[in-house]
T-cell receptor
Framework: RKEVEQDPGPFNVPEGATVAFNCTYS??????FFWYRQDCRKEPKLLMS???SGNEDGRFTAQLNRASQYISLLIRDSKLSDSATYLC????????????FGKGTSLLVTP | NAGVTQTPKFQVLKTGQSMTLQCAQD?????MSWYRQDPGMGLRLIHY???????DQGEVPNGYNVSRSTTEDFPLRLLSAAPSQTSVYFC????????????FGQGTRLTVV
């Protein structure tokens, strides 16, 4: 079983819609949690870190549930420019701070 | 700001050939790593380094060597290329520790024929 699991999608949503992605992780020792965004044929870029209390950045909200071992990303008022693949990323000090990536969830926002 | 620079961007190799993918960063990051990305597989860690002179294996190290003689450079060597190594390779650097952002190079698209 892969350590980080994501629904690959694709999620096809109209502009203005709200969409949510979940990610589950199997290592209870995981300490750091992130969402990265990857545009087609480009390098991944940090979208936001995920903190225990949950955090928000504009239209994006991330939540962490340690008890159930999942993180989520909510995108409100979707824009065409949000179309990308969203990567769930986990890290912990026991693995030398290596980043462990999920396979990504593909989002397509349509007019 | 250069950030993380990878060269080449594209490469075609014949089976059995060797080559080195170059990675350089100008952010004075101690932590550098190499990933490969294959369709449906996500990014998988090949090798990483926590500082000059220190390297370690990741999830898929076979067929690859690395060295870290300086903080700035972290080259990845393919010893004898195989078609299974056809992939997109990303180099990344970050400050060592939790909750630190990884900065990626633009990637190298490698095809082994």
């Amino acid at each position: 079983r892969k350590e980080v699991e994501q629904d690959p999608g694709p999620f096809n949503v109209p502009e203005g819609a709200t969409v949510a992605f979940n990610c589950t992780y199997s290592n209870s020792a995981s300490q750091s949690f992130f969402w990265y965004r990857q545009d087609c044929r480009k390098e991944p870029k940090l979208l936001m870190s995920v903190y225990s209390s949950g955090n928000e950045d504009g239209r994006f909200t991330a939540q962490l549930n340690r008890a159930s071992q999942y993180i989520s990303l909510l995108i409100r008022d979707s824009k065409l420019s949000d179309s990308a693949t969203y990567l769930c990323v986990i890290s912990n000090s026991n693995s030398g701070y290596a980043l462990n990536f999920g396979k990504g969830t593909s989002l397509l926002v349509t007019p | 700001n250069a950030g993380v620079t990878q060269t080449p961007k594209f490469q075609v190799l014949k089976t059995g050939q060797s080559m080195t993918l170059q990675c350089a960063q100008d952010m004075n990051h101690e932590y550098m790593s190499w990933y490969r990305q294959d369709p449906g597989m996500g990014l998988r860690l090949i090798h990483y380094s926590v500082g000059a002179g220190i390297t370690d294996q990741g999830e898929v190290p076979n067929g690859y060597n690395v060295s870290r003689s300086t903080t700035e450079d972290f080259p990845l060597r393919l010893l004898s290329a195989a078609p299974s190594q056809t992939s997109v390779y990303f180099c990344a650097s970050r400050v060592t520790g939790l909750n630190t952002e990884a900065f990626f190079g633009q990637g190298t698209r490698l095809t082994v024929v």
